[in-house]
C-alpha cells in the first residue's frame, strides 16, 4: 500500500474525468480510468470516501494499481508513467479484453477500500473462530503478516470477481482464467505476488471456489459484491493455514 502523502500527485474527481485534468491524463491513463468508472460510481454510491490519484511522473516497478488509506479515505493510485509492469500485467490479452482486466483490477481495490472503511482490516469475519493451532500468537509475526495479508487479496479477488460474474457474466470465464494465470505467475492483479501456496498473495484456494456457474448467487438482486464475496472467503478462511 503506498503512502499518497509521499506522492507528488494529480488528483482526479472522476465522475467524470474533469476536462482540465484529463487533458493532463496519457492515452493508458484514460483508458484505465473509463474502464474503472462503472466500480467507482458504484462504491461512491455505497459511501465509500474514494480519491483517485495519478502519479504525474515515472514510476518504474511500482504496482501500476494500488489502494492506500490516509484520513479516513481510500486513496487509489494510478502509477502508469515508465512503468513496465503496467503493460507486463496485461501481457497476452487481447486488446479487446483489456478493459474488463482493468475494470476487475479496480474492483480489487474497491475491496480492499472496503475493509478498511469499515474498520475491518487484518480481521476475520464476525463469528469466524480459528483452529487453535492457527491462533494469534501462535504463528510467527512474519507467517502472522503473510497470512493477514493473503487473506486480504483472497476477500479482494472474490469481490473483483463477484463484480465481474454480475455485469459481464459472458466474459466472466475469462476474467477467472486471467486472475489465476496472474496468481500462478508470481504478478499482482491490483498490487503484488506470491507464487508458493503459503506466500501473501497466493489466493488460488479461493479462486478455486469462485469457479462455476453457482459461485456466486446473484437471484438476490440486493446482495452486493461485498456480500457475495464475503460468502466465499470465509469457505476459503476454513482451510487457509
Given at each position: 500500500?503506498?503512502?499518497p502523502?509521499?506522492?507528488?500527485?494529480?488528483?482526479?474527481?472522476?465522475?467524470?474525468v474533469?476536462?482540465?485534468?484529463?487533458?493532463?491524463?496519457?492515452?493508458?491513463?484514460s483508458?484505465?480510468?473509463?474502464?474503472?468508472?462503472p466500480?467507482?460510481?458504484?462504491?461512491?454510491?455505497?459511501?465509500?470516501p474514494i480519491?483517485?490519484?495519478?502519479?504525474?511522473?515515472?514510476?518504474?516497478?511500482?504496482?501500476p494499481l494500488?489502494?492506500?488509506?490516509?484520513?479516513?479515505?481510500?486513496?487509489?493510485?494510478?502509477?502508469?508513467?515508465?512503468?513496465?509492469?503496467?503493460?507486463?500485467?496485461?501481457?497476452?490479452?487481447?486488446?479487446?479484453?483489456?478493459?474488463?482486466?482493468?475494470?476487475?483490477?479496480?474492483?480489487?481495490?474497491?475491496?480492499?477500500?472496503?475493509?478498511?472503511?469499515?474498520?475491518?482490516?487484518?480481521a476475520?469475519?464476525?463469528?469466524?473462530?480459528?483452529?487453535?493451532?492457527r491462533?494469534?500468537?501462535?504463528?510467527t509475526?512474519?507467517?502472522?503478516?503473510?497470512?493477514?495479508?493473503?487473506?486480504?487479496?483472497?476477500?479482494a479477488?472474490?469481490?473483483a470477481?463477484?463484480?465481474?460474474?454480475?455485469r459481464?457474466?459472458?466474459q466472466?470465464p475469462d476474467?477467472?482464467?486471467?486472475m489465476?494465470?496472474?496468481?500462478?505467475?508470481?504478478d499482482?492483479a491490483?498490487?503484488?505476488?506470491?507464487?508458493?501456496?503459503?506466500?501473501s498473495?497466493?489466493?488460488?484456494a479461493?479462486?478455486?471456489?469462485?469457479?462455476?456457474?453457482?459461485?456466486?448467487?446473484?437471484?438476490?438482486?440486493a446482495?452486493?459484491?461485498?456480500?457475495q464475496?464475503?460468502?466465499?472467503?470465509?469457505?476459503?478462511?476454513?482451510?487457509?493455514?
Open positions: 500500500m503506498p503512502n502523502l509521499l506522492l507528488m500527485s494529480l488528483l482526479i474527481a472522476l465522475s467524470p474533469p476536462a482540465v485534468a484529463a487533458a493532463q491524463l496519457t492515452d493508458l491513463e483508458r484505465w480510468l473509463q474502464a474503472g468508472q466500480v467507482i460510481a458504484f462504491a461512491r454510491a455505497q459511501g465509500l480519491d483517485i490519484i495519478v502519479q504525474p511522473q515515472d514510476a518504474p516497478g511500482a504496482v494500488a489502494l492506500g488509506y490516509e484520513g479516513g479515505r481510500c486513496k487509489l493510485v494510478l502509477s502508469l508513467r515508465g512503468n513496465a509492469q503496467a503493460d507486463s500485467v496485461l501481457q497476452g490479452v487481447p486488446a479487446a479484453r483489456q478493459g474488463l482486466m482493468m475494470e476487475a483490477m479496480m474492483a480489487h481495490e474497491i475491496g480492499h477500500c472496503q475493509r478498511y472503511a469499515q474498520g475491518d482490516w487484518h476475520v469475519p464476525r463469528g469466524f473462530v480459528e483452529p487453535p493451532g491462533q494469534r500468537g501462535k504463528l509475526p512474519l507467517a502472522q503478516e503473510l497470512r493477514e495479508t493473503r487473506r486480504e487479496e483472497a476477500y479477488d472474490l469481490v470477481l463477484a463484480w465481474m460474474h454480475e459481464h457474466l459472458g466472466y476474467v477467472l482464467a486471467w489465476r494465470g496472474v496468481r500462478a505467475g508470481g499482482g491490483g498490487g503484488g505476488a506470491g507464487r508458493d501456496a503459503g506466500g498473495h497466493a489466493t488460488q479461493w479462486l478455486a471456489l469462485a469457479d462455476g456457474e453457482g459461485a456466486f448467487n446473484v437471484a438476490d438482486g446482495a452486493s459484491p461485498f456480500e464475496a464475503q460468502v466465499l472467503w470465509r469457505k476459503g478462511l476454513s482451510g487457509d493455514k
